[in-house]
Structure formats: structure tokens, C-alpha cells
């Protein structure tokens, strides 16, 4: 039985094979890349269709077609398209070897975690496919494992796959990978060894995540990894050229600080820099972008280009924010993460982003109203800020705390007074789904009390109706209070804070109904 159909990928959105971010980046190497929001995409191994459904879903005058080995996924995947009433979206079971130029050109082809995990001819004709299939200003991602750095992983991947010798079907496999797992940790917990600090970190990782990535990723039966100057040359021979990765940060040597910038200062190819980074940084994983090789493309990027793009971010920033200093600041990830924001301008571009999100919005309008708010705290405005606060938000954008798109969008995220989840939100829920899908092609993961307040946000309950449920569901032992608190006087005020709080997170990853207006 298929490994996939015994055990289901747990399938979600990921940002950076939007369309959207491919198209910014095809465009920054002066590719004319197709409108994001009007395409014909096609993923290769889409599960489910995680990824797809919710492009679907958003951008409704594009046109998507999965296809996928597993008949068990497949079918899962077109169960919430059939909830959904989505038409423009296609799932097929089938085999990546019987694909060809039936199925019509494309302006985006994904193949995300699939090339390192099939046989070589399935790999040889992914790639000769692509060339085949993709429009002339079309682009491919694709991703794979990455030696030398991979090989570090694999020393996990020995260990399971040992641990698992005698058993065959996906259950017990995934038994005794967790009780190695158990056995090492407590084996190395007083350990200082390097190898055993780095098991203890992937560990940690692996727990994480979800039980199908430890299944399909250590103990799968195909896992290849290759030199990144390897698949150059396979992709070379198949007709394509590599244009970037999907994370622009790592192809510059100064993301690794000046010591990596001087010690390959002398290297002239740009192929050669980036397999050097992946010496130097131990890299385990790439995601490739590729065009035909009849392509027009720029060698270097375009910070014009950069400038005509609409921009949205997910930074939080900090309680008071100086629009005055240039001393560095920090703004916030959704997890947490710091990231330090060192222009006045930048920091008001994305307290603007903060309070259009999901939106993305052009940056003209986003340097208006940062303007505006720079003017009313009595800033000036130097004549070369622009240019610096240009330079942070194509870094911002490198280190996806920014995303960007060739053009705007308006998700229209109203809280109203009666608020109400989306379509697509509630057919997820109702499969069953750990996450929703976001506006911005990521991912929330859902505890119990933000699950079951979804559940009550169907436009006919108000805040004091949402906190009667809540907390006659906790009363009655259903849920945990929020935050610690007790089933006591305090209960109430704390449930509303989280509602609150809740609904305005939903509403910035553009969960709500968008046809709901009245304010809340
Ligand atoms: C690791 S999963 C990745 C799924 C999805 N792209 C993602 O990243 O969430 C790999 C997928 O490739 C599919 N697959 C493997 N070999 C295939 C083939 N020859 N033809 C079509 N799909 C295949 C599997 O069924 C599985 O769903």
C-alpha cells in the first residue's frame, strides 16, 4: 500500500510558493512573470491540496491543478472542494511519470517536497516536464535536500530507520521511531558533545512537528540529497536555468556576516558563492526557482522593480514605537522572534502594515500615510531616508518579514458587531483541520478555545453572546478557562480579553467573512 495512503501528509500553505512571492521574485530578476491573482498553477505531489485549495479559495480568477500519487489524499482534498464549491481548482490522482503536454502550459509549477523523495526517472522527468509545460516567463519551485549539510540529518534518519528495521506498516514505524526518540533523549540529556547537542536540537524540531513529516521525511524509503551544483547541472540539462531561492537572504554572503563576505570575496561565479554558502552554512534544504532557459533575466536584482511591489507584514510592533531615533528597535515575529528595524521611516511603514493587515498595499500608500504619521510626532523626513528605508524593507523582504506582491490587494477584513468566519475557514473546520489557512498563504494552528470560539463566530453572536457560551462551556467542563484563570468572578472579563484579542488575530489573517460591515 502507497506510504502516503496508509499515513495522510499533513498539507498546508506555504507563503513562499504563493504565486504572488514567486511572481515578486521572477520579477526582481526581470522575468515577466504572470498576474499572481489571474494564473494557471500546477502542483506536482499536492497531498491533500493544502496548498492549492486555499489559492484557490482567495484568488478565485486563477485556475489550479494537483495531482498526486495517493488516491486516499486525493480524495480528501476534493471532499473540501466539493464543500467549498470551488471551479476553479482541479485534483487528480495519477503518477508524475505519465504526465505530459496534455495537460496545457503553466505559468507556476510546485513540486514542494517532492523531488528528494522519489526515485531518479520520476526526479529526470519532474524537470524535463517542467520545460515543457512552463510559459515562456513561467516559473518553477521546487525543493530538495541539500548535501553536504543534509548528511547531518541523516544521522537521525540511520538511527530511526534502524530503530524500525523489523516493522513494516506506518503505525508501528512511527511507535518505534518515538521510543528511540524517548531513549536518546534521555541518553544525551547530560551530554556536551557536539553531536549530541545537535541530535538534542533536531529532536526538539521533529517534536514539533506533525507525526506524517517524522513518517515521510526520516523514515521514508526514498530520501536523496544533492550538492546544489549537482542539480544545477541536471536542471541545466533539462532546459532550465536557476534564477533564485525562494529565500533571498541566503544567497548573499553577507547574510553570514563579514568574516563569509571576505573569505569568498574572490570567487567570481555567483553559482559558485551560493554552493559555497552551503558549506559555510551547513545548509539541509533548498527551494529552488527555475525558469526556461530561453528566458530573458536580469543578473542582478532590480530595487526599482522592489519599489512599484505592494507590501503587507506580520511584525508586531513593540508598545511604544520612536518614530524619532535611528537607533535600532525591536519589532517582533508572530512566534516571538526580534527583529531589530533601525529607520524611522521603516518603523512607520510597518506600524502602516500592522494596521492594514492582511492587506497587501502598494508601497506609495504605505509611504503616505508613514509620512503622515512621521509629520504628526514632528520627525523630519531627511532627503536620503527613502533610499535607506528601501534598502531595510528589500532586507525585511529577503528575510520574509515582509511579503510582497507585483500588485494590491484588499482582503476586506472588517470586525463587525456579529462577526463571522469565512467559507473557506469554516469548511476546514469541519474537516477537521488543526490550522486555517491565512490570506497571506500561511497557517494558524488552532488550540481548543480558539477552535470552539470559531465555531460560535456565524454572524449571530455578539461579544456578550460569544462570552456567554464560552463560559458555560467552560463551567460545564467542556474547556479549560483562558490563561490559568478560574471558573470564578474573574472568568468572564478574562474570556472577553481573549475574544477580543482572538478575533482581532483572526481578522488580520483574513479568516472572517469579508461581507460582514457593520463595526464592532
Ligand atoms: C512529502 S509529500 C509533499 C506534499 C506537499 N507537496 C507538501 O509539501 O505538503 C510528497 C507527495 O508526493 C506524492 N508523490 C510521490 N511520488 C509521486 C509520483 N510518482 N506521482 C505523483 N505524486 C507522487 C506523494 O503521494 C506525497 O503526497
Known sequence: MDPYDQFFYESIPFPETHPRHLASLGRLFGLETADPERCRLLELGCASGGDLIASAWFSPDSELLGIDLSHGQIARGRELIRRLDLKNIELRQGDILDLDQRLGRFDYIVA????????????????????????????????????????????????????????????????????????????????????????????????????????????????????????????????????????????????????????????????????????????????????????????????????????????????????????????????????????????????????????????????????????????????????????????????????????????????CHRPAISSLARGELAAGQRHLSTAQHGSLDLDPFSRLLLLHLDGGNDLEALCDRLCAEIRGGVLAPPGGVGTGGRLRGRVAEECRGLIGLFARCGILDSGASAKY
Not at 523514515?219 to 540539462?237: I, M, P, T
Not at 548573499?252 to 568574516?259: I, R, V
Open 112 to 415: 514542494h517536497g517532492v523531488y528528494s523523495w522519489v526515485p531518479a526517472p520520476v526526479r529526470e522527468h519532474i524537470l524535463v516536464l517542467s520545460r515543457q509545460l512552463l510559459r515562456p516567463g513561467g516559473l518553477l519551485y521546487l525543493s530538495f535536500n541539500t548535501l553536504p549539510g543534509w548528511r547531518m540529518r541523516g544521522m537521525l534518519r540511520d538511527i530511526l530507520l534502524y530503530a524500525c528495521r523489523d516493522a513494516d506498516d506506518a503505525s508501528t514505524r512511527l511507535e518505534r521511531a518515538h521510543a528511540a526518540l524517548t531513549r536518546l533523549e534521555r541518553s544525551l540529556q547530560q551530554l556536551d558533545a557536539l553531536s549530541a547537542r545537535y541530535l538534542r536540537e533536531e529532536i526538539a524540531q521533529i517534536r514539533k512537528a506533525p507525526p506524517s513529516y517524522l513518517l515521510h521525511e526520516y523514515l521514508a524509503g526514498e530520501n536523496n540529497a544533492f550538492l546544489f551544483s549537482e542539480f544545477l547541472g541536471d536542471a541545466g540539462r533539462a532546459g532550465l536555468r536557476y534564477l533564485c531561492d525562494a529565500e533571498l537572504a541566503g544567497l548573499f554572503p553577507s547574510t553570514f556576516g563579514e568574516a563569509v563576505e571576505d573569505a569568498l570575496a574572490d570567487i567570481g561565479d555567483d553559482m559558485e558563492v551560493e554552493q559555497w554558502l552551503d558549506f559555510v552554512g551547513a545548509r539541509n534544504f533548498r527551494r529552488a526557482l527555475l525558469c526556461r532557459d530561453d528566458a530573458r533575466v536580469e543578473d542582478a536584482l532590480s530595487l526599482d522593480i522592489f519599489a512599484g511591489f505592494a507590501f503587507s507584514s506580520a511584525l508586531v510592533p513593540p508598545p511604544k514605537v520612536d518614530l524619532r531615533r535611528s537607533k535600532p528597535i525591536s519589532f517582533r515575529e508572530p512566534d516571538g522572534t526580534p527583529v531589530a528595524v533601525r529607520h524611522p521611516l521603516t518603523r512607520a511603514l510597518l506600524l502602516e502594515m500592522h494596521a492594514r493587515q492582511p492587506d497587501l498595499v502598494p508601497l506609495e500608500t504605505l509611504l503616505s500615510g508613514a509620512s503622515e504619521r512621521l509629520r504628526r510626532v514632528g520627525a523630519g523626513q531627511p532627503a536620503g531616508d527613502r533610499e535607506g528605508c528601501l534598502m531595510e524593507l528589500f532586507s525585511l523582504f529577503c528575510h520574509r518579514s515582509v511579503s510582497a506582491s507585483p500588485r494590491g490587494r484588499s482582503f476586506g477584513q472588517t470586525i
